[in-house]
């Protein structure tokens, strides 16, 4: 979509720190962390928001958890624990409409969230 910015991440026309890459999802870190990791992972689909997710879309998320997995693994907060979060819509938090999990770890995450 063009005035998307994680499609325009995606696409490379704008500079991000790629964290990883296949046919289906990528991973890049967050421009403004809130924790020691935080990575974002999206599907190369544009989707808004999760609530625009068609019935195909569902085995995207699912491979896309798969690849958290392996990110939170390769860096190290896998068994000290991590978050891993959408939001949607305004009450929801979102400030970016193309479909993306907050990887979040390196330090207590508290609750409840906000
Ligand atoms: P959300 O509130 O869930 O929509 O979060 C959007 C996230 O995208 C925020 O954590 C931003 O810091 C992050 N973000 C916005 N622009 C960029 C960018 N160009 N590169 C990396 N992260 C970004
Ligand atoms: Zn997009």
């Known amino acids: 979509m063009a005035d998307c910015i994680f499609c325009k991440i995606i696409d490379k026309k704008i500079p991000s720190k ?12 967050d421009i403004n962390p809130q924790s020691p ?3 974002l992972i999206i599907p190369k689909k544009h989707i808004p ?7 195909e879309d569902y085995q995207v998320i699912a491979h896309l958890f ?3 997995n392996k990110i939170a693994r390769e860096k190290g907060i896998a068994d000290r624990g991590f978050r891993l979060l959408t ?3 305004p009450e929801g938090g979102q400030i970016v409409y ?3 999990f907050h990887l979040m770890g390196g330090r207590q995450m508290r609750s409840p969230f906000g």
């Open 37 to 39: 990791v935080h990575t």
């Open 18 to 29: 790629f964290v990883y890459e296949d046919d289906l999802v990528v991973a890049f870190e």
């Open 49 to 55: 928001t999760m609530l625009d997710m068609q019935e």
């Open 66 to 68: 798969k690849v958290a």
């Open 98 to 100: 193309h479909l993306h």
């Open 87 to 89: 939001n949607c819509n």
